[in-house]
C-alpha cells in the first residue's frame, strides 16, 4: 500500500538522485507546487501546476545547477492514514560549476490524495540558504552522509556536524519542534 510517507521518500529520491520519472509514485498528475523563498541566494517559480512541470522545476532545471544532492525531513514521520502533513527540511549540495558547498532548512507541507496514494499539493518555505567556499563541501557532505536519510531526528543533526556560523545557527533552529 502506498502512503503519504512513501510518495515523500519517492519525491526526495527523484529530487536528490536526479529521477524525475520516480514523481510518478509521488504525485498526482495534476499536482500543484507552492514556494514561500525568504532568501536572494536561490530562486523558483511561486508558483507550479502539474506533475510535469514540477519534474522539471524540482528535479530536471534543480539538477542543472547542483549536485552530491542530501535532503532530510527533519522531526516525525507522517502516521499511517495522515493526510496532511508537515515538517521541517534541511538541504545539503554543491553547486556544479564552483563548487560551493550549499545548505538550507524550511518547511514542507504536503497534502495527500483522499486514497493518501500521491501527494497533491506541495508547499515549500526556504528560510535560509548559505553559499560557503568549496573547500567548505567536504565538511558538510560527509556530516550530511553519516545522518539517517530521508527521514532525521533532531537529535542526529548535531553530533558531528561542521563548525561554522551559519551551520550551527541552522542546527539551533532545527533542534526545536
Same mark, same amino acid.
Given at each position: 500500500?502506498? #502512503?503519504?510517507?512513501?510518495?515523500? +521518500?519517492?519525491?526526495?529520491?527523484?529530487?536528490?538522485?536526479?529521477?524525475?520519472?520516480? *514523481?510518478?509514485?509521488?504525485?498526482?498528475?495534476?499536482?500543484?507546487?507552492?514556494?514561500?523563498?525568504? &532568501?536572494?541566494?536561490?530562486?523558483?517559480?511561486? +508558483? #507550479?501546476?502539474?506533475?510535469?512541470?514540477?519534474?522539471?522545476? *524540482?528535479?530536471?532545471?534543480?539538477? *542543472?545547477?547542483?549536485?552530491?544532492?542530501? &535532503?532530510?525531513?527533519?522531526?516525525?514521520?507522517?502516521?499511517?492514514?495522515?493526510?496532511?502533513?508537515?515538517?521541517?527540511?534541511?538541504?545539503?549540495? &554543491?553547486?556544479? #560549476? &564552483?563548487?560551493?558547498?550549499?545548505?538550507?532548512?524550511?518547511?514542507y507541507d504536503w497534502t495527500g490524495d483522499a486514497q493518501l496514494s500521491q501527494i497533491v499539493r506541495l508547499h515549500i518555505t526556504? +528560510?535560509?540558504?548559505?553559499?560557503?567556499?568549496?573547500?567548505?563541501?567536504?565538511?558538510?557532505?560527509?556530516?550530511?552522509? /553519516? *545522518?539517517?536519510?530521508?527521514? /532525521?531526528?533532531?537529535?542526529?543533526?548535531?553530533?558531528?556536524?561542521?563548525?561554522? +556560523?551559519?551551520?550551527?545557527?541552522?542546527?539551533?533552529?532545527?533542534?526545536?519542534?
Open positions: 500500500m502506498t #502512503t503519504l510517507k512513501s510518495a515523500i +521518500e519517492s519525491y526526495i529520491s527523484a529530487k536528490d538522485g536526479n529521477r524525475p520519472h520516480l *514523481l510518478m509514485d509521488a504525485f498526482a498528475p495534476d499536482a500543484s507546487l507552492g514556494m514561500t523563498v525568504k &532568501t536572494a541566494a536561490i530562486a523558483f517559480p511561486q +508558483e #507550479t501546476h502539474g506533475r510535469d512541470a514540477i519534474a522539471a522545476v *524540482l528535479v530536471s532545471d534543480f539538477a *542543472l545547477k547542483y549536485e552530491n544532492v542530501y &535532503t532530510f525531513c527533519v522531526g516525525a514521520m507522517p502516521a499511517n492514514g495522515q493526510r496532511e502533513f508537515s515538517c521541517d527540511w534541511l538541504v545539503c549540495m &554543491t553547486e556544479k #560549476t &564552483t563548487r560551493a558547498a550549499r545548505i538550507g532548512y524550511g518547511r526556504i +528560510e535560509e540558504m548559505a553559499v560557503l567556499p568549496a573547500q567548505s563541501a567536504d565538511s558538510m557532505l560527509r556530516w550530511a552522509s /553519516c *545522518l539517517p536519510y530521508p527521514w /532525521c531526528a533532531r537529535e542526529a543533526l548535531a553530533p558531528h556536524a561542521p563548525n561554522g +556560523e551559519f551551520v550551527q545557527r541552522m542546527i539551533a533552529q532545527l533542534s526545536h519542534d
